[in-house]
C-alpha cells in the first residue's frame, strides 16, 4: 500500500467513524425520546376513542382532519395546510342481517358485513341457494348455469404459511375486490366472500370492491362473512346442497364530497426544494376505530416530525408530513397530492410510508435505486441495536405511490405483521389492540431513516439520457 | 490458485451446497406443518382453560403433569416419564385488600397481590405510614429512624427506553426479591413493590421474593401493587406525608410436597448417548393461566419432538423434552433434572429453553464456546426467510442452568420482548394474549435450531488439560 492511499483511507476511516458515532448518538436519542417522552400513543388515543372509525366523508373523517391540523401547529412547525380533495361518501347504514338455512325454517344467524362500495340488497333481503367456489378461475370454470340465480361464496382461506402474512392477502384479496363483478357476468344473485383473516373468529373484515365497467343494472350485492361463518356455511352446504343464504344490507352511494389531506412541514436550511415526505392514511374503514389502520401510521408520521424538532434536529431538506384522505377506499387522497406536486414542479427525493400497523417495527421495504438501495444498506448496523434487521426491495406504500418517478426512493415501514390481520377492517381494530412500545419503536425507527436520508441525501443513480 | 484447492473448494462448494439445500427444504417443512398442522396452541388452549394457573404444589400443577404425559405418550416417542422431585408449596389464600388513607375516613381502594413467598399479615391487616423508595441503596441511606414502623413502597419504574424489556426487568427486580429482606432489617412493616410492568394499569404483577438468612420472626409481609396504583400512592404520599396505607394478605407456607418433570424422549439413532435438550417450565404463577409464562414454552417444546416425528425425522442423537417444574419459586425440577443426569453419567451437548413468551420469535441467545457459536452464525442464512435474525452471546434459560458445564451449549428462544411485562405474573396472561402464528413460529424456529444441531453435532472446543 503506498503511503497516500493509507493516509487517505485513514482519514476516511476517521471521518466515517466519527460520522458513525454521531448516528449512533443521535438514533439513540431519537429512540429515547419516543420510548419515554413520545406523542404517538395520546394522539392514537384521542383518534380512536375520541373520534372513532373515519371512514371518508364521514363527520368522523372531518373531525380527524381538524385534530390533527391543530395537533400539527401546535408542534411549531414552519407550515401547516389543508389541501382539498373530493372524495367518494359510502355509508354502510344500520346493521347488516345474514343466516344460513340449511333446512326449510332453521335460520343460523351468521355475522357479516357489507363490502365497501357494495350496492345494497332490496329492502327485504336475498334469499338464493349458495354455490361456493375457491377462485375466480373455478367461477369461469362453473359458469351461467351452475351459478345463474345463486349467491357466490368466495371461500379460499388466506395461505396459513406464508411468513409475510401480507403475501397471504395479497393471495386472497382478489376474491374481495373482484368477486361480485366477475360472479354478477354469469348472473350471480349476490357474493359472499370469507373474510381475509388468518384466525378463526366472528368478526367480519370490510374492505374496497367494485363493479369495474359493469353497468349498473347488473351489479349485486356484496359482504364478507367471518371465519367462523364461512366454515359454517361450508359444512352446511355439503350436508344438503339445497342450503339457502339470506342477507339484507342498506348501504349506500351518495355524491363525492370534499374532504382534506393534513401536511405539516419543516422546510429544509440548506436543500429547501428537496422535498421528503412521510406519511399514513388519516381514513379508515367505519367498523372499528382503525386503530393499526391507520391511525398507527398517521400518529407515527407526525411523531416523525416531532421528534426531530424534540431531539434539536433542523433538517437540510423540506420534510413534510402528509396523512392521506381515501387510502381505503379510492386513493384520492394519494393522488391529490401527487397531482398538486407535479403541477407546482416540486422536486420529491424520498417518501416513507407507514400502513402496515403499529406493531413492533422490523424494518422497511424500499422501491430504490441500486445506490440508494445500498446507501441504505450501509446504515444496517445503526439499526442492529433496535433489532431493526430487514431492508429488502419491495413496495412501499399505496399513498405515496403516485409520487413514483425516475428520480424519488420509496420505503414502507415493515412492521411484524403476524397479528395484522386479525384486526384488519374488522371491528376489534380498536385502540387497546395497539402496543405503546410497539407503536413508539416504528415511529423512532422512521425518524431514524428519516435523519439519514436528510443528512446524506438520497443517492440517485444519473438517468440515461435519450437521444432526442 | 493451485489446481487441488480449486477442485477441493469446488467439491467443498457442493457439498456444502446440497447441505444448505436439503437444510433449506427440512425447515420449510418444518414450518409449513408448524402452521398448518400445529398442536401447540390447542395444547395450550388446554392448559390454559381447561386447567389454568399451575402454582407449584397446586392440583393445577397435578393435573398438567398427568395432561402433558399424556399428550407426549400419543405422540409415540421411545420414552415417556415423570421424575420426581420435592417442590415448595405456597398458597395465596383469600383475594387480598389494600387502600391508601390519604386523611382519616378516606379509603382509596388500590390493586395489590401478595408475592410470592411473602408470610400474611396479621389477620386484622397492617395500617402504617408510608416511605417511598426507588432502590436498596436508598434505604440504606435512610437507615432505621426513616423507616423503623413504616411499610416501605418501592416505586423504581422499569426504564422504558431499553430495547429488551428482560434489561429493564433485570434493573428492577432486586426491589420485588430482596426489597422485604432489606426493609425488615431497618424495622419496616411491610413492603409495597411496584409491579414489574412498562405499562400503566391495574394488573398487580407477583413473583418470587425471598427473607435470605434473616431470622423467622424478623420476616414481614410484602405485596405488589399496581403501576397506576403505585403512581396514585405517590402522588397520595406527596400530598400529605401522613398518608397511610392498610393491606391484608393470607398467604401461607406448607410443607414441601412430591411433583414431577415430565419428560419425553426420541432416543438417538447414532449417537445416542448424546442429549440434547428442549423445555419451558410447566408450573406458573397462580393469578393468571401462566400462559405465556410458561405455557408457551411447555407446549412449544412439545410440538420441537412432534414436528420432528411429522416431517419424517430421525434425530441421530437423543432429544429430549423436558416439563420443568417448579421454575417460579424454586427451580427445584431444573436443578433435580441437572443432578440425575449427573449421577447417571449422561452426557448432555445441548439444551434449549424457551420461557420469554409465546411472542414472535426473533431468534436466541447461545451461552456457547466460540466454535459452536460460529457453527450457529453459518446458519443465519437458513432463518433469514423466516425473518429470525438475533443470533448473540447471552443468557439461555433458568431450568436448563444447573446442567452448565464445560461442554454444553445452551440456548434461549428470544421472541418479540415488548408486550411480555404486560402480562408477567398477572391475571391477564391469558390465552387470549397469545397469538396462535406468533406461537407457532417459536415452534418452528426452536425445531429448526434442534434439527440443525442433531444433524451436524455441536462444536466443541477441547478444553485445556490442567496437570496434576
Redesign the interface.
Known sequence: MNKYLFTFLLFATTISFSQDKDDEVQLKNI??TA??NGQSYQWLDHLSNKIGGRLSGSLNAEKAVKYTKEELESLGLDKVWLQPVMVPKWVRGPKEVAYIEAQPGSKNEVPICALGGSVATPKEGIKAKVIEVESLEELDSLGEQKIKGKIVFYNRPMQ??L?N?FHAYGGCVDQRASGAKEAAKYGAVGVIVRSMN??LDDFPHTGAMNYGNLPRRKWIPAAAISTNGAELLSKMIKWNLDTQFYFKQSCEQFKDVESYNVIGEMTGTEFPKEVMVVGGHLDSWDLGDGSHDDGAGVVQSMEVLRLLKKTGYKPKRTIRVVLFMNEENGLRGGRKYAEVARQKNERHVFALESDSGGF?P?GFSFDANDAAFAQVQSWRSLFK???I??FEKGESGADIGPLKNNEIVMAGLRP?S??YF?YHHAANDTFDAV????LE?GAATMTSLMYLFDKYGVKTQPQPKIKG
Open positions: 429512540y429515547k420510548l419515554t396459513a404459511d411468513i402474512t388468518l384466525r413492533t422490523r441495536p433496535y433489532l434487521h430487514y411484524d403476524q397479528r386479525d402496543n405503546k412500545r410497539e419503536l
